[in-house]
C-alpha cells in the first residue's frame, strides 16, 4: 500500500469543491487543508503544542535549509524531523528547488541538477534530483517533493517549454532515487507558467510516472490573481480524481478559497506568520495593522468574532505595545493569531463544502472581509 493516499469524500454541488482525507503514516488529514510553515523544523515562535491546540493537522518544512542547518545527516541521527522537533502528526518537506531559485542570484542550471552558492557563507554547493531524495529520504517527512526547475515571471515559452521538460525527466530521476517508498510518498510538480498546452504537458508526462499526488507549482510567484485562477481552471481538471492536489505558496484568505473552489486540497505559505512579525492581523473584516497609533487605548481583541486564544486574553492595546517594543511575545501572539484564522477559515470551507454552499460562503467572506469594495487591499 502507497505511504500516503487520498479519499475523497464529496464535491459540493454548488461550486465542484472538493472535500477529502490525506491518510498518512502520521495520521489524516482532512481537506482542503492549510499547512503552517516551519522552515527550519520549527514554525516561527510557536511551540509543538500550540499548533495542536490550534488544530494544525500537517506542517511543512524547509530541504534546503536543513540541508544548510543543522544537516539532513543530525536529523536523521535524531531519528528523523518527527522525533527531532517532537511533532506526532504529519510533516510535508518541499525539495529544496523554490529556494535554489530564490535566494541564489549565482545558480548553473544543467541537466545534471543546480550549481549554486549558500546564500548564508556563499560557498558553492550542488542540488540534484538525486540529492533532493537523499535529503528528504534522511529528513523523514510523510510527503516528499520532486526536485523541479522553479521558473520566474513573467517567462517566455521558449524558456518554459525547456523547463517543463527538464522538470519532467527531473521527476523520473526522483522516483528512481527515492528509496522508502513505503513510508514516505513523493509527489510531483506540474509547471507551465501560464501556458495552457504546457501546463497540460507537464500534467500528462507526470501522471504517466503515477505520483501518489500532484503540486501545481509555479504560481504565486508574481502573477496577477486572476491568472493564477484562470491557470488552476484549466490545470487542476487535467489531474487524477483519485490523487491529493497541492497547490504550493499560497496563503491569502481569498486564494485559498478561491483555489478550494478550483478543486485544490492543499496549501501552505509563510505568508500568516511573516505579516504577523510586521504586526499585521488577519481578522473576519479585513486585515488590522496592530502598530497603527489608532490602536494604542484599544482594549478590545484582535478580532471579536475569533475565539482563539490569544482573542479571549489579550487586547489590540497590549499587543499593539509588544509589537511596538519589540517584545518576541507580541510576535507569538499576533502568529498565533493568524494561523488559527487560516486553519478556522479552512474548517468552514470544509464545512461549507458539506452543505453544498461554498459560493454562497465566498460572497459572505468577501463582502465582510472588504475584498468587494473598490480599491480593496489584501496581504
Not at 10 to 35: D, N, V, W, Y
Not at 177 to 199: M, S
Not at 324 to 330: H, I, L, P, V
Request: aromatic content about 10%.
Amino acid at each position: 500500500m502507497a505511504a500516503v493516499t487520498y479519499e475523497h469524500i464529496k464535491t459540493c454541488r454548488q461550486s465542484g469543491a472538493r472535500l477529502g482525507k490525506l491518510h498518512t503514516p502520521h495520521g489524516e488529514i482532512e481537506t482542503p487543508i492549510f499547512m503552517p510553515v516551519g522552515t527550519l523544523a520549527t514554525v516561527k515562535t510557536l511551540s509543538p503544542e500550540e499548533l495542536k491546540q490550534m488544530d494544525a493537522q500537517i506542517i511543512l518544512s524547509n530541504t534546503y535549509h536543513l540541508w544548510l542547518r543543522p544537516g539532513e545527516d543530525i536529523v536523521e541521527e535524531a531519528g528523523g524531523l518527527h522525533k527531532f522537533m517532537n511533532w506526532d502528526k504529519p510533516i510535508l518537506t518541499d525539495s529544496g528547488g523554490f529556494q535554489v531559485f530564490s535566494l541564489s542570484k549565482l545558480r548553473d542550471i544543467r541537466e545534471e541538477g543546480v550549481h549554486f552558492r549558500n546564500h548564508i557563507s556563499g560557498e558553492k554547493l550542488f542540488l540534484s534530483p538525486e540529492k533532493a531524495m537523499k535529503i528528504q529520504n534522511s529528513l523523514g517527512p510523510d510527503i516528499m517533493m520532486a526536485f523541479d526547475e522553479c521558473p520566474p515571471y513573467p517567462a517566455e515559452r521558449e524558456y518554459m517549454k525547456a523547463s517543463v521538460e527538464r522538470t519532467s525527466r527531473w521527476a523520473e530521476r526522483c522516483l528512481e532515487a527515492h528509496n522508502k517508498t513505503e513510508d514516505q510518498a513523493l509527489f510531483g510538480i506540474i509547471q507551465g507558467g501560464e501556458y495552457e498546452e504546457l501546463r497540460k504537458q507537464s500534467a500528462q508526462e507526470l501522471i504517466s510516472l503515477d505520483f501518489p499526488g500532484y503540486a501545481i507549482g509555479g504560481l504565486s510567484v508574481g502573477e496577477p490573481k486572476d491568472i493564477m485562477n484562470r491557470v488552476l481552471e484549466f490545470t487542476t481538471p487535467l489531474l487524477p480524481e483519485n490523487k491529493a492536489r497541492y497547490l504550493m505558496g499560497v496563503g491569502s484568505a481569498d486564494s485559498l478559497i478561491d483555489g478550494a473552489i478550483r478543486g485544490i486540497d492543499m496549501f501552505d505559505c509563510v505568508l500568516p506568520t511573516r505579516i504577523a512579525r510586521n504586526g499585521t492581523c488577519m481578522t473576519s473584516s479585513g486585515r488590522l495593522v496592530i502598530r497603527n497609533a489608532k490602536f494604542a487605548r484599544d482594549f478590545q481583541p484582535i478580532d471579536e468574532k475569533c475565539s482563539c486564544h490569544v482573542c479571549k486574553n489579550f487586547s489590540r492595546a497590549y499587543i499593539r505595545h509588544l509589537v511596538k517594543a519589540n517584545e518576541t511575545f507580541g510576535f507569538r501572539l499576533t502568529s498565533y493569531h493568524n494561523l488559527y484564522f487560516l486553519l478556522k477559515l479552512m474548517e468552514n470551507v470544509r464545512q461549507a463544502i458539506k452543505e453544498d454552499r461554498l459560493l454562497d460562503f465566498r460572497e459572505e467572506f468577501f463582502e465582510a472581509y472588504g475584498f468587494n469594495r473598490p480599491n480593496a487591499k489584501n496581504f
